[in-house]
């Protein structure tokens, strides 16, 4: 079993930056490929960011390129969201998700966060 804890969330202004954060307990997580979702009010989850096991490989949702950086840290078992140049759209609320491949579908990841929300005013 993992345990994932996001942190970071907050209130932001449009084209501010925040930098998200989820912990793992339980298992290290270096056997696993991390990924960032959201879910805006009224609207379905979304693929957000994900990074291979090594760190060498991520992959990230068209909505976010040149914004946002996945990042992890096997040896402290944490895996980061840095979010620049936010817009109002990108409020939500953020989950991490741990899983056994690099993919954007969510069915894919068997372990999830409690979500961390972020909100961005215009």
């Known amino acids: 079993q993992v345990q994932l804890v996001e942190s970071g969330g907050g209130l932001v202004q449009a084209g501010g930056s925040l930098r998200l954060s989820c912990a793992a307990s339980?298992?290290?997580?270096?056997?696993?490929?991390l990924a960032w979702f959201r879910q805006g009010p009224g609207k379905e989850r979304e693929f957000v960011a994900a990074?291979?096991?090594?760190?060498?490989?991520?992959y990230n949702a068209d909505s976010v390129k040149g914004r946002f950086t996945i990042s992890r840290s096997n040896a402290k078992n944490t895996v980061s969201l840095q979010m620049n140049s936010l817009k109002p759209e990108d409020t939500a609320i953020y989950y991490c998700?741990?899983?056994?491949?690099?993919?954007?579908?969510?069915?894919?990841?068997?372990?999830w966060g409690q979500g961390t929300q972020v909100t961005v005013s215009s």
């Open positions: 998700a741990a899983g056994a491949v690099l993919a954007s579908h969510g069915s894919t990841y068997a372990y």
């Open positions: 339980g298992r290290t997580l270096n056997t696993y490929t």
């Open positions: 990074i291979s096991r090594s760190g060498g490989s991520t």
